[in-house]
Structure formats: C-alpha cells, structure tokens
C-alpha cells in the first residue's frame, strides 16, 4: 500500500519508495515508515552513567524514523564495558533519559531503549576491580577497546544460583526504562556480549541447566525475554541477535542449533521483533547456510529488522524482496541526522567517518 503523502511533500522516487510504507508491528505500534535508527554507543554519559543532556537533541533530531534505537544502556553496574555509556538502573539515570524520550515523542516519534550487559567484554578498571562475569571462564584475548593499555582478561564464571537474578535485572532495567518513557526496550542479545556468550559453543562451557545442549544454551536468554515481557509486555519488547558470530566470538557449526531452537521459542511469544546485529549484512556463514538475516527470517515467524551496511535502495529491495521487515540505519544515522527527508527527497547523504563520533550532532 502506497503511503499518503501529504500536500506538499515529494513523492520518494521508486527505488527507496518501499522503506516509506508504514508498519503496523503489533496492536500497540504502527511505525509511519521502515526506517529504523540502529542502535550506537555514543561514550557521552555524564557522572553516575547518566545520560548526556546533549542526547535530548541528538535523538530528537532523528524522530522521523519509524523507530528508534538507542545507544547500549547498562542495566547494572557490572555490566558496563566502554566508558562512559549510560544505564538504567538508578533514579539519576531514569530522570536522565526522561527529557530525551519526551522530545523524541514531541517530534513524532518512537524511542526503545537497548538493555545491554557486556559480560565478558570489560575489564577490573569498570568493575571495582572485580573480574567481569560470563558464562565459563573464557577469555578474549587482545587489547581493550577504547582503554588503552588494557588488556581482557579471563571472566569469572556464573554461578547457577546468579542466572536467573541476572535476568530479573533486565527485567527491572525494562520497568525503568517505561518509567523514564520509553516505548519500549530492544534486548541486546547480539554482538558478543553477555546474552550472546550463551548462545555460542566458544564461549559457554557450562555442564548446568545453562550450557551443553540448544534447550539449556537458550536458557538464559530466554528468561531475559521472558522477565522483560513480564515487567513491560512482549508487545514492547525487541531482541537483538547474532547468530552469525563475528565479534568478540568465533563461531561453531553447533551455534545453529542453538539459534534454530531459541527462535522456535521465541515464534510462541510474540515480542515486537527480532534485529540483526552485524556491521555488514552481504557477509555469508557455512553454519547458517547463507546471511544472518537470512537465517533469522528462515526461522523465525514475526517481525524482522535487518541491519548491516544497507544503503537506502539496497534496504528497500531486502524490503521489496521480502528478506525483511524493516532496515535499520546505524552510520549513514550519525553522518546524516535528517537521514529520512534526506532519502525521500533523493538527496546526497553525507559520508560517515569516525571523527564524527567526537559530538553529539
Ligand atoms: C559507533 C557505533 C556504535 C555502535 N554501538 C552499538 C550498540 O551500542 N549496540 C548495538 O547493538 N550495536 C552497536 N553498533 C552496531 C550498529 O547498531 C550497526 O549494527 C552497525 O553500525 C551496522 O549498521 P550500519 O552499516 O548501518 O552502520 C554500533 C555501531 C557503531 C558504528
């Protein structure tokens, strides 16, 4: 179905017309167009993890997507990684968030915060000196993003009796994420951190209800799923994964299962959406027998959003093509603030390079 398009405002030309169709994604959300900002680390929070008021623009500026995402927001303390990136744990950092999810909805649009825990991905200096948790004492080995000097060093490894409060607490991140005005909340099960260290053979060595099988590797991550939908409703919940491993993770030939098995499960909770999280969406795996997004939407019934070096014509054929849902956007989003008129328009987008990460534009 054809948007309708105001007086006065320019048809998009045909090759980007189907990231402008609206979406109705559940009885709570109808998003006016496909265009979903993906959610980037920005390192820009203030003292306590609170949220720079610089960000009550930055989001704001970029409300004509269908749907926001924003930066990796830490649900407790132990689950930071980089410096300076915000959370939703405290009453500081709720208040913090308030004025941007407020603006966000004053220009029009939809904002999810992006529940995040790094697990082994961190290192003492965030932790009080404590070793960062993970699923089995695996470590990463090289130097420290954003820390330089700093090496990862061996996590300690959960005790079963932590997994389930762990889980909770993204529940409660998700409960604080509502009261600070969020839609919703995308769960960061992707990109090597904690949710995903549970879902790949590298990285969970564990012989408890946790570890060994797909049912137990997709334990965990599923009482995530299921303490945020209890805490907010499924319809306001998403879930960030990467079955194809390619950061902080090698992958295994057995990963498959586990995935092919968690989103059979998920099939039978409707939550919002399940997103790909990858940098480069044409990359192919032997394991899964193509792209990630391929994967996902081969296995999975609901809402799938696609992310990973799409520009706006490529995105609108995974669209037109059905491989997806909705595209997501994370660079050309930082270069180009007014990324949506830009595309409807047919105008020239700004290249993205990484000094552009020094501001908050
Ligand atoms: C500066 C930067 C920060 C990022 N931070 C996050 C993050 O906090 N959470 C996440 O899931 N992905 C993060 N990503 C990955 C993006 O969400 C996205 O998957 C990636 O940039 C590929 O999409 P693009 O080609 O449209 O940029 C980040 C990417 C960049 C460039």
Redesign the pocket.
């Known amino acids: 179905m054809p948007e309708r398009i105001a007086e006065g405002v320019q048809l998009p030309d045909a090759a980007v017309a189907p990231l402008f169709e609206p979406l109705r994604l559940n009885d709570t959300f109808t998003l006016p167009n496909r265009i979903v900002m ?5 390192c820009k929070a203030i003292e306590g993890l609170v949220p720079t008021p610089d960000a009550v623009a930055y989001y704001a500026r970029r409300a004509a997507c269908g749907l926001i ?4 927001t830490i649900i407790r303390p132990d689950g930071q990684g980089y410096p300076d ?1 915000p959370g939703l744990f405290t009453d500081a950092q709720v208040a913090g968030w308030r004025p941007i999810t407020a603006a966000v909805h004053d220009a029009g649009g939809r904002i999810f915060a ?1 529940i ?1 825990h790094v697990g082994r991905v961190s290192h003492p200096v965030y932790l009080g000196g404590e070793a960062p948790i993970a699923p089995s004492a695996v470590a990463l080995s090289g130097p420290i993003k954003r820390l330089p000097g700093h090496e990862y060093g061996t996590p300690r490894a959960l005790e079963t009796d932590e997994i389930q409060p762990l889980a909770d607490d993204f529940g409660q991140a998700a409960a604080n994420a509502r009261a600070a005005g969020f839609d919703g909340v ?1 769960i ?1 099960g ?2 090597g951190y904690i949710i995903d260290q549970f879902l790949h053979h590298d990285s969970n060595r564990r012989t408890d209800d946790y570890g060994g099988t797909p049912e137990n590797m997709a334990r965990f991550p599923l009482a995530v799923v299921d303490a945020v939908t209890a805490a907010i409703g499924a319809d306001r919940t998403g879930l ?1 994964l990467s079955p194809g491993a390619y950061h902080y993770m090698p992958g295994n030939d057995a990963d498959a299962d586990v995935f092919r098995h968690l989103l059979a499960r998920l099939d039978d909770r409707g939550i919002a959406y399940v ?7 044409s990359q192919t795996f032997d394991y899964l027998g193509g792209t990630a997004t391929a994967f996902l939407r081969r296995h999975y019934r609901g809402t799938v959003i696609a ?4 520009t706006p014509t490529s995105g609108a054929a995974a669209l037109s093509a059905g491989r997806c849902d909705l595209v ?7 270069a180009n603030p007014d990324f949506v008129a830009q595309v409807r328009r047919g105008a020239p987008l700004r290249e ?1 390079d ?1 000094g552009m ?1 020094a501001t908050l534009e």
């Open positions: 993906a959610p980037m680390t920005r995402t924003t930066e990796g990136t992006q995040w995308e960061h992707a990109n960030r997103h790909t999280g990858i940098f480069d969406d992310c990973g070096s799409y997501a956007y994370g660079r050309p989003l930082i993205y990484e990460l």
